[in-house]
Nanobody
């Protein structure tokens, strides 16, 4: 069983920054894709960013240029650096591991952007 533990969420003012971390219980070097998703109240869960085995990345249009996903294979951790945060970024953020043979989710971490 793969376990994911997110951290780094919290309350931040508009324009501020946060970095989310996701510690994965297995070696992430060969994992097909790691990702961050988010779900705001009343909305479906949506993709925020994804990083593939070859380190290529994709981003949702709403966060492109503001968020950066990265991975540290030595620490089995994936990060989401979030800059220039907006109130509409408020959501529960979930880490995701896609091994092609199975998908795993973290418990989520709340990010609230408010003055």
């Amino acid at each position: 069983q793969v376990q994911l533990v997110e951290s780094g969420g919290g309350l931040v003012q508009p324009g501020g920054s946060l970095t989310l971390s996701c510690a994965v219980s297995i070696n992430i070097f060969s994992i097909y894709a790691l990702g961050w998703y988010r779900q705001a109240p009343g909305n479906q869960r949506e993709l925020v960013a994804r990083i593939y085995r070859d380190s290529s990345t994709i981003y949702a249009g709403s966060v492109k240029g503001r968020f950066t996903i990265s991975r540290d294979n030595a620490k089995n951790t994936v990060y989401l650096q979030m800059n220039s945060l907006k109130p509409e970024d408020t959501a529960v953020y979930y880490c995701n591991v896609d091994r092609r043979i199975g998908t795993y989710w973290g418990q989520g971490t709340q990010v609230t952007v408010s003055s």
